[in-house]
């Protein structure tokens, strides 16, 4: 069953039937697509042939990588956010009505960066020898 690509949580993608299937080392998947992996050999000018690897090439997820990039304004308010959040109570009242401003400012950073859904990429070891590293996690399926 071919995995969509909406994120459900950290390292989790969701299946087509909802379920979610989490990403993790030592799992054995299969490609669930042919996946080419080089452009066509030419000699003199006549294509010999590809390389690519076929559906169902089964293999074992040796490493899992989150790629989500965080801008500085996101940073910013993750570290204002949580010192509003500990410490605001105590804080003098023109104080902490500044932090909620620039907290406020930062919002909608932070809001944008929710929303995107983390990359994940995955290395895998096949069966037949072969690595293929930094492959997005939906061309796989469960073994």
């Known amino acids: 069953m071919p995995v969509s690509q909406r994120v ?7 299946r087509r039937d909802g379920e979610s299937m989490a990403l993790k080392e030592g799992q054995r998947v299969e490609l669930a697509a042919d996946t080419r992996l080089t452009d066509s ?3 003199s000018g006549v ?3 590809f390389l690519s ?4 090439t089964g293999g074992t997820i040796e490493r899992v990588t989150d790629h989500q990039d965080e801008s500085e304004d996101v940073r ?3 570290r204002l956010k949580s010192l509003l959040d500990a410490f605001g109570l105590d804080m003098p009242t023109d104080s902490r009505r500044q932090l909620e401003e620039k907290v406020g400012s930062l919002e909608p950073a932070w809001t944008a960066f929710q929303e995107r859904a983390p990359h994940v990429s995955v290395r895998v070891r096949f ?3 072969f690595i ?3 492959a997005d996690e939906d061309v796989f399926v469960p073994a």
Request: with cysteine; charged share 25%; proline share 0%.
């Open 8 to 14: 459900c949580g950290q390292r989790t993608v969701c």
């Open 41 to 43: 050999v030419e000699v």
């Open 47 to 49: 294509v010999v042939g």
């Open 53 to 56: 690897l076929a559906a169902g």
């Open 76 to 78: 910013e308010y993750e």
């Open 127 to 129: 069966d037949n020898g």
């Open 132 to 134: 293929l590293d930094g």
